[in-house]
């Protein structure tokens, strides 16, 4: 059971370099994106949503990434642009 909303990072007690992060959330839509670095939520009622983005590589002490949008009978895109550090992942490391 997880009781806390936000990241929970899980990495692997054998491979140090393995590491998941699950982000919980208690908002009433939420998204995965794409590989394409797309989101979609469909359908979406007509309203005024804050849009807030979670990324395990954002840079600490920066706010992340939020918009408020307003949604018509059209539907609406936002965009959002990420600052991100590097990948961890890419760097050099043992080969298994």
């Not at 908002?27 to 989101?39: K, L, N």
């Not at 979670?54 to 600490?60: C, N």
Request: net charge neutral.
């Amino acid at each position: 059971t997880l009781d806390r909303v936000g990241e929970i990072p899980v990495g692997c007690n054998i491979h140090d370099q393995m590491i998941t992060h699950l982000y919980v959330s208690d908002a009433p839509w939420i998204a995965r994106t794409q590989a394409d670095g797309r989101a979609v939520f469909d359908p979406l009622p007509a309203g005024t949503y804050n849009v807030d983005v979670w990324h395990p590589q954002l840079r600490p002490g920066k706010p992340a990434p939020s918009r408020t949008v307003t949604i018509g009978s059209t539907g609406s895109s936002v965009t959002l642009t990420l600052s991100l550090l590097p990948d961890p992942r890419n760097g050099d490391r043992a080969r298994y």
